[in-house]
């Protein structure tokens, strides 16, 4: 049985309807992705107590708290806005709510600091702080509590990318020190594919697909996944298997350009695209990343190379290429 357990929680609104069942194991990383307005916060908020479901139920370690009170759910969570204490210092900010004797909080504070990156930090006014740091200390706080799990929503999404990405691998660390079940929404699938164990889809209030990066990435279950996780060509699927109905759909690394016309026979493993017309041709450091068109249908391919002509021919072998709806 899962640690945390959501099985057909329903929550609905005047024009959106949030519909949700998956499974997260104890000490997991999940990361929920997902379209802006698909519900990923909603969904958050519906675990953490904040706001009450329609239907359904939400098990942690086997009990039922769907009607339980928030400070009894034993959850912490991390918003994307700083939710510090003005009028406190930093240490006192991750002290606030901690029930130990005042040098065991001190201990605690301390070397929740240190696991932070914030050692000698603990004096500080949090007006002094910036951004990235106050976004640690509320992680600090929220550790502090020691939640059964934690709950972050769009932790980074207010800080630049170069402290996002470093921050994001704190927060990994952290999780792999402690072992917490992590819950972590974001809109940014770089970010979802560095940090997860696993990620959880989330279009139109509807919890899609889940898996780990590389099988959602490799093996999508439909045309949503598979370009919500990447870069990729759908094609109709008649263009290669005749008198088929429905789309396939391949990565641009599985197409290989050629500046010379192939011939089919000599590939019967491949699928061939003769004269597809170059309309782009971008650098992105260790690939180009073409522009293509055939018979009026868009094409997306890598080439490692810079191709000379106006028009180059597509292979791409049959077993790289997917039959999705």
């Not at 990235?132 to 932790?155: M, N, T, Y």
């Not at 490692?304 to 180059?312: A, D, H, M, W």
């Amino acid at each position: 049985m899962p640690y945390l357990e959501i099985r057909k929680l329903e929550k609905k609104y005047k024009d959106f309807t949030l519909s949700a069942s998956f499974g997260v194991d104890e000490g997991e990383f999940l990361c929920i992705i997902g379209p802006s307005g698909s519900g990923k916060s909603t969904l958050l908020s519906l675990i953490a107590g904040l706001d009450k479901p329609d239907g359904g139920t939400i098990t942690l370690d086997g009990k039922d708290i769907t009607g339980e009170k928030i400070q009894s759910r034993g959850i912490g969570m991390v918003f994307q806005d700083f939710t510090l204490f003005p009028s406190m210092n930093v240490e006192r900010n991750i002290q606030f709510g901690m029930k130990e004797k005042k040098a065991e909080r001190k201990k605690i504070s301390d070397a929740l600091l240190k696991l932070v990156g914030l050692e000698g930090y603990a004096r500080r006014s949090v007006s002094s702080l910036s951004g990235g740091e106050a976004q640690r200390v509320q992680l600090a706080r929220a550790i502090a509590a020691k939640p059964r799990i934690l709950l972050l929503d769009e932790p980074l999404s207010a800080l630049d990318a170069p402290l996002r990405k470093s921050i994001r691998s704190s927060i990994r660390a952290i999780h792999d020190t402690l072992g917490i079940t992590m819950l972590y929404v974001t809109h940014d699938r770089e970010e979802a594919f560095s940090i997860s164990d696993s990620i959880l889809i989330m279009h139109e209030g509807k919890t899609v697909a889940m898996g780990t990066a590389e099988e959602l990435y490799r093996h999508p279950a439909d045309l949503f996944t598979a370009f919500f996780t990447g870069e990729g060509t759908s094609l109709p699927a008649h263009l290669v298997f005749e008198n088929s109905d429905g789309s396939i759909f391949f990565r641009p690394e599985n197409a290989v350009i050629s500046e010379e016309n192939i011939n089919p026979a000599m590939y019967p493993m491949h699928v061939i695209f003769n004269d597809a017309e170059i309309l782009s041709c971008e650098f992105c450091g260790s690939a180009y990343m073409l522009g293509l068109q055939y018979q009026g249908y868009p094409i997306l391919c890598q080439s490692t190379t810079k191709p000379r002509k106006k028009t180059v021919s597509v292979m791409i072998l049959r077993e790289s290429i997917l039959s999705l709806s």
